[in-house]
């Protein structure tokens, strides 16, 4: 089966607000966009929260049709890294956690931080998830849509803290990107959804859209 993957780096072009003093960097992705790879085909997205021109993360999405469908993330550096729980020592058994809007993501609280490549947040949807088979654990069994992952990437010997505003489709085969901010204070917690510190929160009118059909990808960006 052949995978079909997309790298897109989204820029300041898709921020809202001016965030030069701002202790928190806050992206909105307007309109909403949704990674859904065409049967037999998996599309991946890359982002950069605090904006270096560095890629902290990696969102992916495999549709073969029912046997082998999943949504992932990766830190794409050795620094940058997930919250979740179970372990640490094993991929399959690692699931990251959908936090509710305001609940705090930072250090502590029985949180696990882990960077492995292609974790799978879509454990417990019904589907074949990453070759294990049909998965019943994990904590985006029932909450797909509202929710967000917790991150962290690791800054000058410290942690700066942020969040991923993600949909999940009950198939597992696509996702939707809402938002995604990080907290600049070294060490400092975020609470899942704020974009409060300093940032306007108007959208802009900068948007990204995906249209595939077989083999062939169409990106538009800018306006409508």
Known sequence: MKSVPVFLLLL?????????????????????????PPVNSGYSIRLDLNRDGTTDFTMGADNFGGTYDKVNIAGTEGSDQIAGDGSVDEASNFFPLAFRTGELIGEGSGILWTNFWDTTFSHGLPSTIAGYGLSTQGHWISKLTGFYLGVRKRVRNNWVYGWIGVDVSPQANSFTLRDYAINTMPNEPIRAGSTTTGIDRTPSPGSIALHAYADVLRIQLGNG
């Open 12 to 36: 300041c072009a898709l921020a809202s607000g001016n965030e030069a003093s701002a202790q928190i960097i806050y992206t909105d992705i307007v309109p909403d966009t949704t990674i859904m």
